[in-house]
């Protein structure tokens, strides 16, 4: 598995929609977290989206993992994969 920095902006999503959604998202976001496909998450400020460090095979992978939550279809994904450096400069 590797690791991926996904900048995901939402596009086209009003908030009736999101609202109707949310709690759906929310759940399926849980799994993915407590499965390791999620590793961290961080909204940003602005509330347009959302940052996502993600455990996948490849980019492809991510969008099948990805593409079971119902805001996926409103989602702009930027795939950026990454590695970590942990505090004794010994690469993951």
């Known amino acids: 598995?590797?690791?991926f920095m996904l900048n995901i902006q939402l596009d086209g999503l009003d908030n009736e929609t999101r609202m109707k959604l949310l709690p759906k998202e929310q759940e399926l976001v849980k799994e993915l977290e407590q499965n390791g496909t999620i590793v961290d998450?961080?909204?940003?400020?602005?509330?347009?989206g959302i940052?996502?460090?993600?455990?996948a095979?490849?980019?492809?992978d991510?969008?099948?993992k990805l593409s079971i939550l119902p805001y996926y279809p409103y989602m702009k994904i930027e795939i950026i994969p990454?590695?970590?450096?942990?505090?004794?400069n010994q690469e993951n």
């Open 1 to 3: 598995m590797k690791k």
């Open 41 to 48: 998450t961080f909204i940003k400020l602005d509330m347009s």
């Open 51 to 55: 940052f996502i460090v993600a455990m």
């Open 57 to 60: 095979a490849d980019t492809d």
């Open 62 to 64: 991510v969008h099948s």
């Open 82 to 88: 990454v590695r970590v450096v942990n505090s004794i």
